[in-house]
């Protein structure tokens, strides 16, 4: 069973900046895909950004350039830097680990840009 342990959510003021760290608890022999999504109550979950196990990227248009996915060379540990944070962030913010077994999530991390 494969565990994502998350860290880094809090409450930031608006323009402000959060980093988000999510590492899985288990030693895997394989490097795999890792993403960062987010969901605010009653919205569907959405992706925010995705990175590959060779360190290809991809973001949501809403966030581009603002946020920048990276992950530890040959680890599965993955960080999502947040910068010019706006009250549309806020957000549980979920890390992602794509295995052939299937789809594995952490508990989620609460964001919250607020003044």
């Known amino acids: 069973q494969v565990q994502l342990e998350e860290s880094g959510g809090g409450l930031v003021q608006p323009g402000g900046s959060l980093r988000l760290s999510c590492a899985a608890s288990t030693t895997m022999r394989s490097i795999y895909p890792m993403a960062w999504y987010r969901q605010v109550t009653g919205k569907q979950r959405e992706l925010v950004a995705e990175?590959?196990?060779?360190?290809?990227?991809n973001y949501a248009d809403s966030v581009k350039g603002r946020f920048t996915i990276s992950r530890v060379y040959a680890q599965n540990t993955v960080f999502l830097q947040m910068n010019s944070l706006n009250p549309e962030d806020t957000a549980v913010y979920y890390c992602?680990?794509?295995?052939?077994?299937?789809?594995?999530w952490g508990q989620g991390t609460q964001v919250t840009v607020s003044s």
């Open positions: 992602k680990l794509r295995s052939p077994m299937g789809d594995h």
């Open positions: 990175i590959t196990s060779s360190g290809m990227t």
